[in-house]
């Protein structure tokens, strides 16, 4: 990352980071942060979406499956 976007005045585009293996994608602030998931399959309820957050840790997974979709965990 170049530099640190504090508020939406600072910019004038979203700007999104996007890991290589594009499963998801995510844009943040100090105040905010988006997580876009891109492996979910279509078809899939929002009801069958589960979403764990923890304060070292982001889960997204099909709770009727048990796919992961997202996994994320921060020493």
């Keep these: 990352m170049a530099r640190v976007v504090y508020n939406n005045t600072e910019i004038q585009e979203d700007v999104w980071f996007e890991p290589s293996e594009g499963t998801h994608r995510w844009q943040q602030s100090a105040g905010e942060l988006r997580i876009l998931v891109l492996c979910v399959e279509a078809g899939t309820k929002a009801s069958d979406i589960q979403v764990d957050i923890l304060s070292h840790s982001v889960k997204v997974s099909n709770f009727s499956s ?7 965990r921060v020493p």
């Excluded at 048990?66 to 994320?72: D, F, I, K, M, P």
């Design 66 to 72: 048990g796919a992961v979709y997202l996994e994320v």
